[in-house]
């Protein structure tokens, strides 16, 4: 139907959230631009104290990482391009991708139409495969982005436990090793390159619990106590030949509460302790518990959450993935995310269900993807996740921990589990709250000063409302606003003159200021 000239048409008011994500994007571009073509970037490195990152310049890194498995398998240099952009215009630092792709990469070419190995000799890699995987570092660090490269993904080592084939094995160490020193060498120069080890796959059998696993590993032909952990060790010992030095190195787990500090708790390869809470437990798994458990271990390692439930992705548990009973949206990905920092986290990964596969017409659907990489790139929680980051960034970094205590009273269900860090100094307390018209109690002493300024902190808009300022010697009860639903209670010590939530970065580095609106 036309519209009629001689009447207007009718204003449409814009949503605060709208704007402010919008806001926060253009924002966030303007900084993205002057990164183009500036000095390489700082390598990332453990904080000393253990349970956090820093760069090699002392500046607290905050990892708020994306997952994009088959970016480089899957997307052509300009497809990838525009990737890249948008997620760095939207605040993530780390983009989690794979040299040797699931399924893919061995005997199915990529976009450009290059498979890895010339006529499938491990020895003899194709020079223009791995040409695309420097290209695509060399783009992230243009934009300020640092890349974790998962060498190959497991079934090159467990297949037919996947497509595979399976191409490392525990009788050719040194054919593993010889790759990870060919794939070093080719990044050698790259600051910007924190290597995942591992792919979806557990490190040995040993130890596994999960029944269907078991069953996986025996139908392809492996003993109970297969262990693959020697294989992983080559590649990091060729790795460290082709760079020149030790590389930085996590471990990508299958999913569950079994993270790599079960597995390989003494490994002296990992750096960085990870987890998969997954997509296959239904809504609100526990990991605030499994990141507590790691934050509690010696020796003491950073750990996070590398893949959380995806966006858009079917939320009944594994491996049925039936969309007829529903899928994980914002809310569920900002409940993950959140708790699991909040818990001890050094970061966390976002993942979006259609943007890791890179899904379209022409590279085809998995897992009942319910639309294209492109659109995917702008849902909701992918806006949201820098939020966390400017939280996480406005407050000191390095000394921040879980703190169970400061929540008075039996915790409720796991819907509506609320989980509370602070610092060190108890200048500052977070508690992540699931809920609207969620009523918790916040134990007197919590922030060590004679009042403390509250603050109610959106993850949706990054927008901050003062509460006002209270006796700090005294328990006070918080209720959550009505809208929401999930919020973060910011308590500061009123004499600590902090600015807003997420307003600036406490200790350099970080996004710059962005003058976070203030409702008070």
């Not at 899957?74 to 997620?87: D, G, K």
């Not at 990091?236 to 020149?244: D, K, S």
């Not at 750096?271 to 296959?280: F, K, L, N, V």
């Not at 209270?470 to 959550?480: G, K, N, Q, S």
Request: neutral net charge; contains cysteine.
């Amino acid at each position: 139907m036309h519209a009629n000239p001689a009447t207007p048409p009718a204003r449409r008011s814009i949503h605060p959230a709208v704007v402010a994500a919008w806001t926060a994007l253009l924002l966030t571009l303007a900084t993205v631009a002057p990164a183009i073509g500036a000095q390489p970037l700082p390598r990332i490195e453990v904080h000393p104290g253990g349970h956090h990152l820093q760069t090699a310049d002392g500046r607290p890194f905050f990892w708020l990482g994306d997952t994009a498995w088959k970016l480089l398998q899957s997307a052509t240099p300009r497809e990838r391009a525009y990737y890249l952009r948008i997620r760095a215009a939207q605040g993530f630092n780390v983009i989690q991708t794979v040299a040797l792709a699931e399924n893919e990469s061995i005997l199915t070419p990529n976009a450009l139409g290059r498979v890895a190995f010339v006529d499938g000799d491990l020895r003899r890699p194709d020079e223009a495969f791995f040409d695309n995987v420097v290209a695509a570092v060399d783009d992230a660090a243009r934009l300020g982005l640092y890349v974790a490269l998962v060498p190959t993904w497991g079934d090159k080592l467990t297949a037919p436990w996947g497509t595979g084939p399976r191409i490392f094995r525990n009788d050719n160490l040194a054919d593993a090793e010889a790759f990870g020193a060919y794939l070093g060498g080719r990044l050698r120069d790259r600051t910007n390159v924190i290597w995942m080890i591992g792919g979806d796959r557990p490190s040995r059998l040993a130890g596994v619990r999960s029944t269907f696993l078991r069953d996986l590993a025996q139908s392809a032909g492996f003993p109970p106590d297969q262990d693959w952990t020697p294989i992983w060790a080559a590649m990091v010992r060729g790795l460290a030949q082709g760079l020149g030095r030790d590389p930085v190195c996590l471990y990508h787990p299958q999913g569950g509460e079994y993270s790599s500090s079960r597995q390989l708790p003494t490994e002296p390869w990992v750096d960085i302790h990870a987890m998969q809470s997954g997509h296959g437990g239904g809504r609100d798994v526990p990991v605030w518990e499994w990141i507590a458990r790691d934050h509690a271990m010696e020796p003491r390692k950073p750990t996070l959450d590398i893949e959380p439930n995806y966006e858009d992705h079917p939320y009944n548990p594994w491996p049925a993935w039936d969309p007829a009973t529903g899928w994980f949206r914002d809310h569920d990905v900002r409940k993950q995310c959140y708790r699991s920092v909040f818990a001890g986290g050094a970061g966390v990964t976002y993942g979006h269900h259609a943007v890791w596969q890179m899904a379209s017409k022409r590279n085809g659907v998995i897992n009942h993807a319910d639309r294209d990489w492109v659109d995917a790139l702008h849902r909701p929680a992918a806006r949201q996740m820098v939020h966390l980051r400017r939280l996480i960034e406005s407050r000191p970094a390095f000394d921040r921990r879980p703190d169970p205590a400061l929540l008075v009273g039996t915790p409720g269900p796991r819907s509506h589990h609320a989980v509370a860090c602070r610092d060190d100094a108890r200048t500052y307390a977070f508690v992540y709250v699931p809920e609207r018209d969620q009523t918790i109690r916040v134990a007197a002493g919590a922030i060590r000063d004679e009042q403390l300024r509250a603050w109610w902190y959106d993850p949706r808009t990054g927008f901050a409302e003062e509460i006002g300022v209270l006796p700090a010697d005294r328990e006070h009860a918080f209720t959550t606003p009505s809208h929401g639903p999930d919020w973060v209670l910011v308590l500061d010590a009123a004499s600590a003159s902090y600015a807003p939530p997420g307003a600036e970065p406490a200790l350099g580095g970080g996004l710059p200021s962005r003058g976070v609106p203030i409702r008070q």
